[in-house]
């Protein structure tokens, strides 16, 4: 069966640094998406990987190993507003979208 | 980038009444609409997939005459809840993609509360 992997919730420290990670087991694999929700409201895109390595947008970097079904989320100079949850997401062979659970990410002043 | 619209973001129905969810993409064709319902606390759980002009694929456990859903363009996917009930109380999300697009453009969501 198809599974993704992701803590279910964890605390940091504002101003801190968090990586979140997520592994994979899928029928195939066109790339690994990372989203983010706040509570009600609809996921927005952070990052898609699709070729091994880390890929840095501002605050937020996303690495991906596909040998090992292996992704993480880094999230830098945490601020209040990234306390949310965090959603990994890998497209399998048929590009459907496999959804993990979600981490729930609490920063504390 | 590309803008998903949903409607409405709430609803309150009576239970037995029937709740009609729209989902426009608003710069692009979407060929291909997914369809989510979101429990608190819970991830994303896909109920349909629909291509448009054909009939929609049903995951498994989604009942098809309850939930239907309609793509009648590449910028239009209706979900109507049919006869609702206290228990299909959720936040459901569409999602529109072209086909082969590497990126799910989400609309608001609606929050569906049936009392």
């Given at each position: 069966g198809q599974n993704i992997?992701?803590?279910?919730?964890?605390?940091?420290?504002?101003?801190?640094?968090?990586?979140?990670?997520?592994?994979?087991?899928?029928?195939?694999?066109?790339?690994?998406?990372?989203?983010?929700?706040h509570a009600g409201e609809a996921p927005t895109f952070l990052s898609y990987n699709v070729l091994?390595?880390?890929?840095?947008?501002?605050?937020?970097?996303?690495?991906?190993?596909?040998?090992?079904g292996y992704s993480y989320l880094l999230l830098k100079e945490l601020q209040m507003k990234d306390s949310a949850s965090y959603l990994c997401a890998v497209m399998d062979s048929n590009y459907q979208l496999i959804w993990g659970a979600g981490t729930k990410l609490i920063i504390k002043p | 980038g590309a803008v998903v619209s949903q409607h409405p973001s709430r609803v309150i129905c009576k239970s037995g009444t029937s709740v009609k969810i729209e989902c426009r993409s608003l710069d692009f064709q979407a060929?291909?609409?997914?369809?989510?319902?979101?429990?608190?606390?819970?991830?994303l759980m896909l109920m349909a997939t629909s291509n448009e002009g054909s009939k929609a694929t049903y995951e498994q456990g989604v009942e098809k005459d309850k939930f239907l859903i309609n793509h009648a363009s590449l910028t239009l996917s209706?979900?109507?809840?049919?006869?609702?009930?206290?228990?299909?109380?959720?936040?459901?999300?569409?999602?529109?993609?072209?086909?082969?697009?590497?990126?799910?453009?989400?609309?608001?969501?609606?929050?569906?509360?049936?009392?």
């Open positions: 992997d992701q803590p279910t919730e964890m605390t940091a420290t504002e101003g801190a640094i968090v990586q979140i990670n997520c592994t994979y087991q899928t029928s195939g694999f066109n790339g690994l998406f990372w989203y983010q929700q091994d390595g880390l890929e840095e947008k501002g605050r937020f970097s996303s690495f991906l190993s596909r040998s090992k | 060929t291909t609409m997914f369809w989510y319902r979101q429990f608190p606390k819970q991830s209706t979900l109507t809840v049919t006869s609702a009930h206290p228990e299909d109380s959720s936040f459901y999300i569409c999602s529109a993609g072209t086909g082969m697009s590497t990126e799910a453009f989400f609309g608001q969501g609606t929050r569906l509360t049936v009392v």
